[in-house]
């Protein structure tokens, strides 16, 4: 089984097309979302599909000066267990905008610890203060996404050391010394993602470029396909178990 960790289904031209095409190339698939409205409809077309399960996801950058389904979608946090993508991105941020990101992210781990509830964690040109919230709000369910290579390799590692899962794509297979880095990574700790069809991937086939995930997984670890897809699909089946979301797709 492949698993896609972060995948914006509701993002993708023809959605049903891009869900059956997955279901039947065995897909086990994590729709993140970026807003309340972009969570309802995720929610909607993923309903039918066993192997999918779906995040309430807040972007960091469609928070603005103030996210005005705020409260509602407070509400909505209290019946879900998978919270993404949410998180910290600075790259274009001013500092009144940093400000709300970091007290909104704030919350939402501070639910996240209480609620036990995996969060999927945007975290741009902002590693160092996203860890610092997590950490301090005591989270244990994190899934880093997108993790720049020339972000500091010393908050990624305490990240790994306090148990938290590395999510990577496409994009990181375009990095160099990659097979290098991921030797350093606890292959328990490892999950696949497209993050379609947002960057490199667009909406190209998603197993074909989860494979190429796994053919980096098999060169790090020199083990064989079937033992790279199998250690991630028990990555990320012991995810969802530990925030009480069944594992029988």
């Known amino acids: 089984m492949l698993v896609d960790a972060h995948c914006h289904i509701d993002n993708y031209p ?8 997955g279901e039947r190339a065995g897909v086990a698939t994590l729709g993140v979302t970026t807003s309340l409205n972009s969570y309802v409809r ?28 705020w409260a509602e979608w407070k509400q909505v946090l209290q019946d879900v267990r998978l919270v993404g993508e949410a998180g910290l ?12 990101q970091r007290q909104t992210l704030e919350a939402i781990a501070a639910s996240c610890a209480q609620g ?10 902002a590693e160092a203060e996203a860890w610092e919230i997590v950490m301090a709000q ?16 010393a908050i990624l590692f305490r990240a790994l050391a306090a148990g938290h899962f590395l999510s990577i794509g496409p994009e990181a297979l375009q990095q160099g010394e990659l ?5 350093a990574i606890p292959r328990e700790q ?12 667009g909406t190209s086939d998603r197993a074909q470029a989860l494979r190429k995930v796994v053919a980096a997984l098999v060169e ?11 250690q991630v699909e028990s990555n990320y089946r012991r995810l969802l178990a530990g925030i009480g979301l069944p594992t029988d797709f």
């Open 14 to 21: 023809q959605p049903a097309l891009t869900l059956e095409t």
């Open 179 to 183: 097979a290098g880095r991921l030797r």
């Open 89 to 100: 991105d600075f790259q274009e941020a001013g500092e009144e905008q940093r400000a709300a």
């Open 116 to 125: 036990q509830r995996a969060l999927l964690l945007h975290a741009a040109y």
């Open 42 to 69: 995720t929610r909607i077309l993923c309903r039918r599909y066993k192997g999918v399960q779906v995040a309430l996801g807040l972007h960091p950058r469609r928070l603005g000066s103030a996210y005005h389904q």
């Open 190 to 201: 490892i999950l696949t993602e497209t993050n379609g069809p947002w960057g490199s991937l």
């Open 220 to 230: 790090a670890w020199r083990c064989s396909s079937l033992d790279a897809e199998a």
């Open 138 to 153: 005591r989270v244990q369910w994190v899934v880093w996404h997108g993790y720049r290579p020339e972000a500091p390799r």
